[in-house]
């Protein structure tokens, strides 16, 4: 592929040559094509707090290879012609991805400069990750979701969070004055990334400088508990309440609760703003079997190896799904009957399958029915997953159908 990272030699070289080498502080870095080397590169672009996987010995996951998968056909939505498998990844900009069944490892490819021991930004997956420790948290009695944000952060008391409940964060049922159009210069998702960046701010800046700090800014716009809208900020609003809660970042929790307890190959990272305090809302990076192995935990009602590592209330919670009436009123075409929960995208299809979503096509696809587990990185050149949906929901369903028929 002509955007291939390794084909076009991102920063090889000691140093690379001018028109190869990225930066992080011009914003080279994460202009298409040469975001497809940095999505895997990030740490070496940018600080960073480690998700450790503690000093256990990592649990290798079974493999039973299948070689019928690449020539798998489906009907991407919106087109006439079947696409296989093996050309969806291409389609997709894939950068890596593992499908499990039943807890095995089926399929495995990496392209690009991914590799099985390299790590990859999740972005937006990432609020999936803190959802589950918020939820886990409301299911052991430590966070009462019916509470307001500011009965645990009274910072954010003046905010447009003050007066929303745990449960309206979760759930991202919020009415905020935020837009997350990333085609829009004037967003305030661009004011958001501001404030979190850790580069220096110029002198005449006033603004925020980190994340809660901007969150301490956000006004209201329509009522609390009303309608579904995806907005970055209601993760990291959550991070502060978890952080609140336990007295650990959501690293730090991260990494005590579940990544050290699941047999993970590779620590995690989490980038950080100027102060240290981690992205909740789409800073984690990790090894994509890692990924696929969290996946595999809900999959599993939260248990691994015949240890609760998250309470089974938990992923009760998550598969039930949100409300379907206000999750219709953001208007999204392509997910048409979803929800959402605990930062999970639910299907409510036949399978009860739930997903973890990130721009530019980050995903983990959890189907109970199938008992499959999908997670896969990319590097799409469209951030919005309405680009890559169309071709990875059919694919992921059909792979569901084929792992269900009787196989050698």
């Not at 930066?23 to 998700?51: C, E, H, I, K």
């Not at 019928?68 to 050309?87: H, N, Q």
């Not at 792979?399 to 050698?408: D, E, F, I, T």
Request: aromatic share 10%.
């Amino acid at each position: 592929m002509d955007s291939d990272p390794a084909t076009l030699g991102w920063m090889v070289g000691t140093p690379p040559p001018p028109d190869r080498q990225l930066r992080f502080d011009d914003g080279s870095y994460f202009q298409f094509p040469a975001m497809r080397w940095s999505v895997s590169n990030f740490r070496q672009l940018m600080p960073t707090v480690n998700v450790s996987r503690g000093l256990a010995a990592p649990v290798p996951l079974p493999r039973s290879l299948r070689q019928d998968i690449d020539a798998l056909r489906f009907v991407p939505l919106g087109a006439k012609e079947p696409m296989t498998w093996e050309a969806s990844l291409a389609a997709n900009y894939t950068d890596g991805i593992v499908v499990l069944h039943r807890g095995r490892i089926v399929y495995e490819r990496y392209f690009g400069v991914l590799k099985p021991d390299g790590q990859h930004g999740a972005m937006s997956v990432t609020k999936s990750v803190t959802g589950t420790l918020g939820a886990m948290l409301v299911a052991e009695g430590r966070i009462d979701a019916g509470k307001k944000v500011s009965d645990y952060v009274p910072e954010l008391a003046a905010s447009a969070f003050g007066n929303a409940t745990v449960r309206q964060v979760l759930d991202m049922t919020t009415g905020l004055k935020y837009s997350e159009d990333y085609a829009d210069p004037k967003a305030e998702v661009w004011a958001f990334s501001q404030a979190g960046s850790p580069l220096p701010k110029p002198k005449d800046y006033t603004g925020p400088r980190s994340y809660y700090e901007y969150l301490q800014t956000v006004q209201p716009e329509g009522a609390h508990g009303e309608a579904f809208a995806y907005k970055t900020i209601n993760s990291d609003a959550l991070g502060w309440i978890i952080a609140r809660v336990t007295g650990r970042s959501v690293a730090q929790l991260l990494s005590e609760r579940i990544w050290s307890r699941i047999g993970a190959e590779q620590d995690a990272y989490l980038t950080v703003d100027s102060s240290g305090t981690p992205f909740a809302g789409g800073g984690l990076n990790t090894g994509l079997r890692d990924l696929a192995r969290f996946g595999e935990l809900l999959r599993n009602n939260g248990r691994f190896r015949g240890q609760q590592i998250l309470p089974k209330a938990v992923v009760d919670d998550i598969r039930h799904g949100g409300d379907k009436a206000a999750f219709a009123k953001a208007g999204y075409e392509l997910l048409k009957g979803w929800s959402y929960r605990d930062m999970w995208w639910v299907t409510h299809n036949a399978h009860g399958a739930f997903m973890a979503r990130g721009v530019h096509g980050q995903r983990i696809y959890v189907d109970p029915k199938a008992e499959m587990v999908v997670a896969r990185y990319a590097s799409h050149p469209v951030a919005s997953n309405s680009a890559n949906d169309p071709v990875s929901l059919p694919a992921f369903e059909a792979l569901a159908q084929l792992l269900m028929r009787p196989h050698g």
